[in-house]
């Protein structure tokens, strides 16, 4: 009853329905492949729009369901409609690494909420320890992506 009876249970809720239907949106629309249409006839590198697009999804949202479910389906989409890209591994880590950065620095990730009230802690000396493992695995993956390029995949 006490776990029904929070209003952040139904926020959340609603937060990944909405995300649910933003998805369904552009898949029923088109609207991913034309998105991805857009921003390659702007010349905006693949790549760019790869890492970028999960990663401020992932600032945004807080949660996997969220930068997943707004990003992939445009880059999907970008990816595929390349002739010269073919949708490889390399993209999906690249996307999912940068969106997972994007979800670990964010305040509204419930992981940090959580736990800087559980142990009454400030933002600030949180970052300090996360940024440092972010730009690490932010180098690793990206040397991971240049590897799965060079190897086809």
């Known amino acids: 009853r006490k776990i029904f009876a929070k209003r952040s249970i139904y926020k ?6 909405s995300i649910m239907a933003f998805q369904r ?5 088109s609207a991913g ?7 390659q006839a702007m010349n905006v590198a693949v790549v760019v729009v790869v890492a970028a697009l ?3 999804s992932g600032v945004v949202t ?18 595929t409609a390349s002739p010269d890209e073919p949708m490889a591994a390399s ?3 690249l996307a999912y ?12 990730h419930v992981c940090h909420a959580v736990s800087n009230k559980y ?35």
């Not at 959340?12 to 329905?17: A, D, E, H, P, S």
């Open 12 to 17: 959340l809720l609603l937060l990944v329905l």
């Open 25 to 29: 949106l552009l898949k029923e629309t």
């Open 33 to 39: 492949a034309a998105m991805g249409v857009e921003l």
């Open 54 to 56: 999960p990663f401020i």
């Open 62 to 79: 807080g949660l996997a369901i969220g930068f997943v479910g707004i990003s992939f389906p445009i880059i999907h989409e970008m990816v």
């Open 91 to 93: 993209y999906v880590v």
């Open 97 to 108: 690494a940068c969106g997972h950065i994007g979800m670990m620095l964010t305040p509204l």
């Open 119 to 153: 142990f009454e802690t400030p933002f600030g000396p949180v970052y300090k320890r996360i940024i440092p493992a972010a730009c690490t695995m932010l180098a690793l993956v990206v040397a991971y992506f240049l590897v799965l390029r060079a190897v086809g995949m």
